[in-house]
C-alpha cells in the first residue's frame, strides 16, 4: 500500500547529532513535504527554525501523531526510545522510518515487523550504508560471481571514541558491520559470538572481536573498538577469484579490487597430484559516483512510501541485525561462548512470537 | 654450565630454506666456529659448500652427534623434526637451538625442557622477533610504565600464501604473535579460543581469528591468514596512557607511539559525577638501530652457551608458546570453543608430566 | 585608527562560490555585524536570504559604500575586480579585506596600499593559510632554530582541475605557495623564474615549475598544476638541524617533524680532514589546535578594524605575493628566464609609484 | 658483429660498492664466462675471491686487457674513470659494458662512441632502469596511445644521502631521470636549466630542480636531492587521455594508471562555444614480471655480443643523457640560464667532434 504516488507529509522525531542531517535531506528530497519536526526540547527545535523558519515544530510526540494529514514519521532518537515510538507510529496508522537498530531486541524488532506487515504499512531502518555507492559496489561483484566462491569477510571499525554511555561499542558500531556483510552475503549468522574487554566503563565493552558463521560455510570476523590509536574503516572480502578491499577512510579509492587467488594445478613431477599455485594480477579501483548515501536512502523511503514498494532496508533486515547483536552481546557478557541464531519461519512470523536466541551449550 | 668462555664447535642441522640465513649468520658470529652442517639432501650441502667451501658436511644426523668437540647443535628442519632431533641433541650433551616452534605438542615441549634442565644444557628457541629493535622498543614502552595499564593487543598478520602441507596457518604464522604478545605482556594465556576457515585444503585451516585471555585481565587478538589480498603485519598496543601501533612492513616507521587516550574528569555540571574526556596529543616514530634479529639471536646463543646464561627465548618460553598454539588447534577444530590452559606448577615441571591443556566445556 | 574596540559594521561585497563561507563566519564572529550583502545577482542574493532571513541585500556596490555607518568591507569577487572594489572602497573610507591575490600587478596592489596608509585605513588580504594551524606551528620551528638554517623549501600543490579561464594556474595556486613561504621565510625573493606548460587552454599555462632565490641564499621551488593524477598539497622545509613536511591532506598529520640532518666529523683516519655523517633520529607529528582558519582570519580582521593594530597579511604582504607572482608570470610567458624582483624602499612607498620588476636580461 | 652466438669471455673492472652485484648476476649469465675481476686493491679482490673461489683476479687492468680470449669488459668503477678505461678496452677490441653515466663530457661519450662505431664493437651502458618492469610498462603505455598525447614528466628522487665528494647531485642521480625521461618520449631535450642549492659542500650542488624542454613540446621537470627527510623516488607522466604515476618504493604498486583526464564538450548554455570537463575513470595496477632489472641488462649485453645486436642502452643513448648532464650542470653552476643542446647531426658523428652544448645566451 503507498500514497499512489502522491507527494507525501513527513514528520521528523528527534533533532539531536544526527537530526539536522536527516532534516536538510528531507527538504531537498523531491516528492517530501517536512510537516512539522519533534523534539522535547524547545532549544533544539529553535534551531531548527533558525535553518528553516517556515518550519513548524511541536515537543509532544501524540500531537505530531495526531495530523490527520501526516503520512510518515523519520525517528531519530536515542536507541533505548527507537521501540515505542516506533510502534506508536504504527499503531496511528504512519509509515516508519527508524535509525539504526531498529530496536534493542530481537522481540521488539519482530513486534514492529508484525505490526507493519498486518497493517500494510512501510517500515525502514535507517541502515544507511546499504545506500552507499563502494556497498553497493562490492554486492555487485559478489553476485556477478566476479570474486568467485567466498571464503570470508573480516571488518575493522576502530579509532578513539565515542563511548556510548549505556550500550557497548557492539550495539553502537556492529550494526553498521551487520547490515552490510548480511546484505552482501545474502544470508543471516546461525552462530555468533564475542570477546573483548569493558576497560574505561564498568560492564560496557569498548572492544569487541566478533566471529560470525554463516549457513552457507562463510565466516565472518569483526573488530569493534572505541579505543584505538588510529580510525580504521576497513572491510575486506576474500573470494576464490578475486578479493577485494573496502576501506571506508580512503575517499580516492574506497573500493579496491584485487586480481589475486590461490588455485590447483597438476603436480609435473608427480601423476595424479596437484600443487597449490598463487596467482597475482591486476589491483583495479573502479571509479564511484559521489552520491551521498543520506539522499539516496531518504529518497528511497519516500519513494516507498509513495509506491508501496519494499525497502532495500526493511524490518526484516532490521530485525536480522537486531538478533545478531543480541547474540553477540550475550556472547561478550557471557565470556564468549556461541550463541545459536535460530533461523526465523517466516511464515509463522506474523502467527506468533518466537524465542529468538538460545545458548548454544544449552543446545 | 657453560663452556667458560671458550670458542665453541656448533652443528648446523637442516640447509633448507632458513638454513643459509641460520649459516651465514654463524658463520660471521663471534666465538663461534661451524663444525659441520648436517641434511639428508647432498645437493643441499653442495650449495652450502660452493658457499663455504672449507665446511665439513654431513649426510647422518648420528654422525654430527658424535663428534667429540662439538658443543651445540643448530636445529632448522621440519617443524615435526624438532622434537626428535632436539631429543637425541640433548642426550647427546649437546646444547640446543630449535627453530620455532620448539615442538608439536605441550608434551613434547615439556619432555625436551625436562631434559636440558636436568643436564643443565642450553635449549633455547628461535623466536627470533624477541631480538629484533622494534618489539623490543615496545616491551620497554609497556615496562617502563609509559603506556599505562595495557587495555589490550591485536595483531594482524595476513598476506596471500604460502599455504603450508601439513599445518594449519595457526602452526605457521601463530607462533610469532604469541612469543611477542607473550613476551610483551610478561604472562601467558589462560584461555584461549579460535574460529576461521579451511577453505583450499580440507582440514587444514587458511584463516584463523584467535581470542587470548591473560591471567592480569589483559585480552589479545590475533588474525591470521595465508589467503589476503595484501600484506599486513601490524600489531596495536592499547594502554591507558598511550598506545602503540608495530608495523612491521613499514620499515622506515615501525614503532609509533601516540599520545592518546581516554580520561576521566570532573563533569562541571553535576557535583560528584565524571564524565569522559578525550586527549590526543603528539605522535612519535622513535629512532630504532638497525639491527639484524637473527644476527642478535644466534650471537646470544652462543653467549648463553659459552657462559651458562639463561637464554631469553629459553625452553620455558618455547614450551608457554607451543601450549597455547595446541589449545588454539583444539578449539578451531573444534568449532571455535575457549580452552583452559592450566598454570605449569613449574616446582613440579622437571618432577613429572602433566596434563598440559583442558576444555573449558568440561570444567 | 579602529573603532576603539565598539562592534563593527560590516559589508559583503560577491556572494558567488567564496562568498558564503565568509557569510557564515562573519556572521558568528564576535564583535562584529553584517549590514547587507552585495551581489549583481539577486539569484545569488536570495540564496544568501534564504540561509539568513534577517539580512539586508543589495545589488549595487555604491549603494553599500553610501551607508553611513558601515565600517568595513570585504570582497569576494573575480580576482580581475578586486583593484577597482577595494579602491572604491578605500576611497570611501571604508577598512577593507580583499580575497588572495589582493590585485593583478604590483603597481595596482601598490596603489591599495598607498590609499590605505594615507587614511590610516585597515587592508587586509585573505591569504586564509597564515591563518592555519600547520603553517604556524612550522613557522615556530623556524623561529625558535629548531630547524638550524633553512637550506630549501620545496612544494607541490597539484590536482586535476579546476581550470580557470582567464589566468594561469600561477595566479590560481601561487599565492598560497608564496604567501605561506615568505611567511616562513620572512623574507621576498630577489630573483623569480618559471617554466612549465600550456596545454589544454591556448596561452594558459596550466602547469608550472616555479624557482625562487631569497636574499638569505634560501631557495623555494614551487609546482603547481591543475593537470595531475592525484591531489598533492605538501611542503617540504630542509634545514640542517631537522626537516618538516607539512602534508594539507594527511588531516591526521599535518606537519611531521624529522630529526634528520647532515653533519661533518672529524675524519678518524686523517687529522684535520672531516667527513660527513648522516643523523637519523626521532620522527614526530606535534598535537595541532582544531583551529578553522577561516573563523580566525575574520576575527583578526575584524579585532585589527577595532583596535588598528595591523593586520598580518596587510597590505605589504599581498603587495609581496603579487609582485612575486607578476615576475613568475613574465618568466614563464617569456620561456623561463630570471626575473629579478627590486627591492622596494618602504620609506619611499608612499611617496611615488616605482617600476617593480624587471628583466634580468636587461640589466 | 658479434661472436657469432658462442659463450663470451668477460672481465670486471672494478669491485667496489656495485662490482659485486655484476660479478653474481654475470655468473648467472648464461652465454657468459667470467675469466677475471681486475681491481687495483687486494683486499677487495680477496672478497670477490672468497665468494667465487676458482676465479681469476688481476690487479692491473693491462694485464686484463692482454688476455687473447677476453671478449668484452665489464666497467663499474668511478665516472671519472669511465671514458678511459671504456677507450682502453675498445682500442684492445673489446666489447665494452660501462657503468652509468658513460662519460664526464659530451667530447668524451662521443669520441667513445666514434671509437665502438669504427670497429664495430659492442658499446652499452649501465642505465639499469630501462630493463625494470615498471619502466618498460610506462613506455608501452605511452608508444601504444593509451596515455593520448603527452603534457609533461615529473620526476621526484629525493632522500637523506649520500653526497658524494667529487659531483654534483645532478651527475649522481640525474642519470637515472635523464634516461627513463628519454626513453619514454623517444627524444632528447633541446633545451636545459636547472637551479638549487649548495649546501653542504661548497661549490657542490645538493638539491637541484631541473626542467627540460623537448622538440616535440613535451617539458619535463626533475627534482633531485641528497637533503630530504623521506626517500621518493616518483615520476608521474601526464597525457591527454590518462595519467600514469610510476613509484619506485612502493614494489606492491609500481605502476598505477588513472583513467583521468579532461576534455572540451559543447556549452550546452551557448552554441558554438565549449567548456572543459573532467573525466574520472578507474584506477589499475598492472601486475608486473618480477624480473631483476640488473639481471635483465646484462643477458642483453651478453646477447648483443654475441649477436652484434644493438643495445637498448648504446653509445648514443649514454652519449644523449651525459649531455644534458653537462647542460644542467652548467646551468645550475651559472645560476639557473637555459642551455640549448644542439642536435647533434648523426651521420657527421662518426666524422668529426662537434661542440656539444653552448649557451642560450650567446646565440
Given at each position: 500500500?503507498?500514497?499512489?504516488?502522491?507527494?507525501?507529509?513527513?514528520?521528523?522525531?528527534?533533532?539531536?547529532?544526527?537530526?539536522?542531517?536527516?532534516?536538510?535531506?528531507?527538504?531537498?528530497?523531491?516528492?517530501?513535504?517536512?510537516?512539522?519536526?519533534?523534539?522535547?526540547?524547545?532549544?533544539?527545535?529553535?534551531?531548527?527554525?533558525?535553518?528553516?523558519?517556515?518550519?513548524?515544530?511541536?515537543?509532544?510526540?501524540?500531537?505530531?501523531?495526531?495530523?490527520?494529514?501526516?503520512?510518515?514519521?523519520?525517528?531519530?532518537?536515542?536507541?533505548?526510545?527507537?521501540?515505542?515510538?516506533?510502534k506508536k507510529a504504527l499503531a496511528a496508522g504512519k509509515h516508519t522510518?527508524?535509525?539504526?537498530?531498529?530496536?534493542?531486541?530481537?522481540?521488539?524488532?519482530?513486534?514492529?515487523?508484525?505490526?507493519?506487515?498486518?497493517?500494510?504499512?512501510t517500515l525502514m531502518v535507517g541502515h544507511t550504508f546499504l545506500y552507499?555507492?563502494?556497498?553497493?559496489?562490492?554486492?555487485?561483484?559478489?553476485?556477478?560471481?566476479?570474486?568467485?566462491?567466498?571464503?570470508?569477510?573480516?571488518?575493522?571499525?576502530?579509532?578513539?571514541?565515542?563511548?556510548?554511555?549505556?550500550?557497548?561499542?557492539?550495539?553502537?558500531?556492529?550494526?553498521?558491520?551487520?547490515?552490510?556483510?548480511?546484505?552482501?552475503?545474502?544470508?543471516?549468522?546461525?552462530?555468533?559470538?564475542?570477546?573483548?574487554?569493558?576497560?574505561?566503563?564498568?560492564?560496557?565493552?569498548?572492544?569487541?572481536?566478533?566471529?560470525?558463521?554463516?549457513?552457507?560455510?562463510?565466516?565472518?570476523?569483526?573488530?569493534?573498538?572505541?579505543?584505538?590509536?588510529?580510525?580504521?574503516?576497513?572491510?575486506?572480502?576474500?573470494?576464490?577469484?578475486?578479493?577485494?578491499?573496502?576501506?571506508?577512510?580512503?575517499?580516492?579509492?574506497?573500493?579496491?579490487?584485487?586480481?589475486?587467488?590461490?588455485?590447483?594445478?597438476?603436480?609435473?613431477?608427480?601423476?595424479?597430484?596437484?600443487?597449490?599455485?598463487?596467482?597475482?594480477?591486476?589491483?583495479?579501483?573502479?571509479?564511484?559516483?559521489?552520491?551521498?548515501?543520506?539522499?539516496?536512502?531518504?529518497?528511497?523511503?519516500?519513494?516507498?512510501?509513495?509506491?508501496?514498494?519494499?525497502?532495500?532496508?526493511?524490518?526484516?533486515?532490521?530485525?536480522?541485525?537486531?538478533?545478531?547483536?543480541?547474540?553477540?552481546?550475550?556472547?561478550?557478557?557471557?565470556?564468549?561462548?556461541?550463541?545459536?541464531?535460530?533461523?526465523?519461519?517466516?511464515?509463522?512470523?506474523?502467527?506468533?512470537?518466537?524465542?529468538?536466541?538460545?545458548?548454544?551449550?544449552?543446545?
Amino acid at each position: 500500500m503507498g500514497t499512489n504516488g502522491r507527494m507525501i507529509n513527513v514528520g521528523l522525531v528527534g533533532y539531536g547529532y544526527w537530526g539536522p542531517n536527516l532534516l536538510r535531506n528531507l527538504v531537498a528530497s523531491p516528492g517530501c513535504n517536512v510537516m512539522a519536526v519533534c523534539d522535547s526540547s524547545r532549544e533544539r527545535l529553535a534551531l531548527a527554525k533558525e535553518r528553516f523558519p517556515t518550519l513548524s515544530t511541536v515537543t509532544e510526540y501524540e500531537e505530531l501523531l495526531s495530523l490527520d494529514s501526516l503520512d510518515a514519521v523519520v525517528i531519530a532518537t536515542p536507541i533505548f526510545t527507537h521501540y515505542s515510538l516506533a510502534k506508536k507510529a504504527l499503531a496511528a496508522g504512519k509509515h516508519t522510518f527508524v535509525e539504526k537498530p531498529i530496536a534493542t531486541s530481537g522481540r521488539e524488532a519482530l513486534d514492529l515487523l508484525d505490526s507493519a506487515e498486518r497493517q500494510r504499512l512501510t517500515l525502514m531502518v535507517g541502515h544507511t550504508f546499504l545506500y552507499s555507492p563502494p556497498v553497493n559496489k562490492v554486492k555487485e561483484l559478489i553476485d556477478s560471481g566476479e570474486l568467485g566462491d567466498i571464503c570470508y569477510v573480516a571488518s575493522s571499525r576502530v579509532n578513539l571514541g565515542i563511548h556510548q554511555p549505556d550500550v557497548s561499542v557492539i550495539w553502537d558500531l556492529a550494526p553498521h558491520d551487520f547490515s552490510i556483510i548480511f546484505f552482501w552475503l545474502g544470508e543471516e549468522p546461525s552462530k555468533v559470538s564475542a570477546s573483548g574487554r569493558a576497560f574505561v566503563q564498568k560492564g560496557l565493552h569498548d572492544v569487541a572481536f566478533i566471529d560470525l558463521d554463516f549457513p552457507s560455510g562463510v565466516v565472518a570476523h569483526v573488530q569493534d573498538s572505541w579505543l584505538s590509536p588510529s580510525k580504521r574503516r576497513q572491510m575486506t572480502v576474500v573470494g576464490s577469484r578475486k578479493m577485494v578491499i573496502y576501506d571506508d577512510t580512503n575517499l580516492e579509492e574506497q573500493v579496491r579490487i584485487f586480481d589475486k587467488g590461490v588455485a590447483y594445478i597438476d603436480d609435473p613431477d608427480c601423476f595424479g597430484k596437484h600443487q597449490l599455485t598463487y596467482r597475482t594480477g591486476d589491483i583495479t579501483t573502479p571509479r564511484l559516483e559521489p552520491l551521498e548515501p543520506l539522499a539516496v536512502e531518504l529518497a528511497h523511503f519516500v519513494d516507498c512510501v509513495r509506491t508501496g514498494a519494499r525497502p532495500k532496508t526493511d524490518g526484516f533486515h532490521g530485525l536480522g541485525v537486531v538478533r545478531a547483536l543480541e547474540a553477540a552481546q550475550q556472547s561478550i557478557s557471557n565470556g564468549g561462548g556461541k550463541k545459536v541464531v535460530q533461523p526465523l519461519n517466516l511464515d509463522n512470523v506474523l502467527a506468533d512470537t518466537i524465542a529468538l536466541t538460545e545458548d548454544l551449550s544449552h543446545v
